[in-house]
């Protein structure tokens, strides 16, 4: 028998709800619920934005990399110190992209609560719902 994907359950998503601060459509996409379920706990960390630059879910290694940060919550450009090269201006611009495929990759500083900083890659890629409509980033 042959197993056919729109048959698997609807996942569970109340965790997002608990950081999501814009539209709740989101939550019901099959994207967002892919995102959650395949990025729990992958080693590195990984959040969902809106478009507002909003965090509205984070994984396990993203919590623990940055223990009690609820401020982390309130965007994250806050968070954010870049390398000499880049202009803040230009990851906020690509961040809010509407465009279909990746918009945005490079490299960031991440500031923790304690003002240490941690180094990593950023890959940006829409959330779009069933429509086409543009939701958020990952």
């Known amino acids: 028998m042959q197993h056919d994907r729109n048959d698997d359950p609807k996942q569970d998503v109340s965790e997002l709800e608990a950081f999501y601060v814009a ?20 080693p590195f960390p990984f959040f969902i934005l ?35 090269n880049q202009k803040k201006e230009t990851i906020i611009r690509h961040l809010r992209s509407e465009k279909m495929g990746f918009s945005w990759k490079g490299q960031i500083e991440i500031r923790r609560k304690n003002l240490t ?12 719902d069933p429509h086409g409509q543009a939701r958020g980033t990952f």
Do not use: M
């Open 117 to 128: 900083t941690v180094l990593g890659n950023l890959l940006v890629g829409p959330v779009v």
């Open 23 to 42: 539209d709740s459509d989101i939550l019901d996409l099959k994207s967002v619920r892919a995102c959650v379920v395949n990025n729990r706990a992958c």
């Open 50 to 84: 809106d478009f507002s630059l909003q965090i509205v879910w984070t994984n396990d290694f993203y919590d623990d990399l940055f223990p009690l940060a609820e401020h982390a919550r309130d965007g994250l450009l806050s968070l954010i110190t870049l390398p000499e």
